[in-house]
């Protein structure tokens, strides 16, 4: 595995919690952190920015005490993610946040910024970059990226098109980096399955949208447990950019899931989320298409439990039916 240093033998399973918007929150990452899996949070959640530093001395105080008391099975390593599209007028207050108490791990997407990536290094953070293709993920190592996040088909939020073999095939022909896998992955098996695959670590967010420690509405967490991989709709309509949501929230919303007008990039801007502009994801939900697998809302530490059940008997089958296999003449 290319993992590097800050998350070697810190995790208890290969899984990075990916940052949802409005949705995570302090409590979700620190309950992810202690499950054993890289808990992240969008800054843009923080809201007005001033709250930015309070979740970030909430996360490093508790966590820092969780791991003082357990010292033989301390807390994984948390993250920020930070949009750098150029409308994200926080930008550079966040960054500076993020260098001030020593964010592990950053999460940049929509835009590959040297100068943040700097800014992380200066103090030994790493930097892990969204990508939806192969073409991106060169990019993103040219200006400075520490690891990729291959974002497949089937993932939620701004999901790519492409297939998850054909994508990490590409970018494993020429970069051995730290490499995360993201598109329906809400089981062990498919934990396991990404590894096999070439990807060091599991980027999972829908399944974390229906648990308790969620900032999401309860009606939300009971749409995911009730939909899905049918009832995922890829569209551009909302924030301009291509995405999979919930097709029963479009319903709510009073649209035809099946006729959706095209969107326009020019309707991305983080400069107005303050003033609760970005409806696609207080009322039109974004998920992926793994939530099938999802049958409940419950604790995070439950979620992480079951994955870690189902990821070792994965392991274990895997095993066993290596070995009944003949060599090859």
């Not at 970030?56 to 930070?82: G, R, W």
């Not at 993920?137 to 297939?163: P, Q, R, Y």
Request: aromatic share 6%; with cysteine; glycine share 8%.
């Amino acid at each position: 595995m290319a993992l590097p240093d800050i998350l070697k033998n810190k995790l208890r399973l290969p899984v990075v919690g990916s940052p949802l918007f409005i949705i995570s929150n302090p409590d979700l990452v620190i309950a992810q952190c202690k499950a054993g899996i890289v808990g992240s949070f969008p800054a843009l959640n923080a809201r007005p920015q001033e709250k930015l530093e309070e979740w970030l001395i909430q996360i490093t105080e508790e966590l820092a005490a969780y791991d003082a008391a357990n010292p033989d099975k301390p807390s994984a390593p948390f993250a920020v993610n930070q949009i750098v599209h150029r409308s994200n007028d926080r930008l550079q207050h966040d960054v500076e946040l993020c260098v001030k108490y020593k964010v592990p791990i950053v999460i940049t997407s929509l835009g590959a910024r040297p100068e943040v990536f700097d800014a992380v290094h200066s103090y030994g953070g790493i930097v892990l970059h969204d990508i939806i293709t192969n073409t991106h993920a060169h990019k993103a190592v040219e200006k400075g990226a520490d690891g990729l996040i291959a974002v497949a088909a089937g993932a939620g939020g701004h999901a790519g098109t492409t297939s998850p073999f054909a994508l990490i095939q590409e970018i494993r022909e020429w970069y051995d980096g730290p490499l995360l896998l993201s598109g329906s992955i809400s089981t062990g098996k498919s934990i396991l399955a990404s590894q096999v695959m070439g990807a060091d670590l599991a980027y999972i967010g829908s399944a974390f949208i229906a648990t308790e420690e969620a900032n999401a509405q309860q009606a939300y967490k009971q749409m995911i447990v009730d939909s899905g991989a049918e009832d995922i709709v890829y569209s551009n309509l909302f924030t301009g950019v291509h995405g999979n949501y919930l097709k029963p929230s479009i319903k709510q919303a009073g649209m035809d899931p099946s006729n959706l007008p095209e969107g326009d990039l020019k309707t991305m801007d983080f400069h107005s989320a303050d003033k609760g502009k970005p409806k696609s994801w207080k009322e039109i939900w974004g998920c992926g298409q793994g939530i099938g697998a999802v049958k409940t809302i419950g604790s995070t530490g439950d979620l992480v439990a079951r994955l870690s059940s189902e990821y070792d008997a994965a392991r274990k089958a895997v095993t066993a039916q290596a070995s009944t296999l003949e060599p090859a003449e």
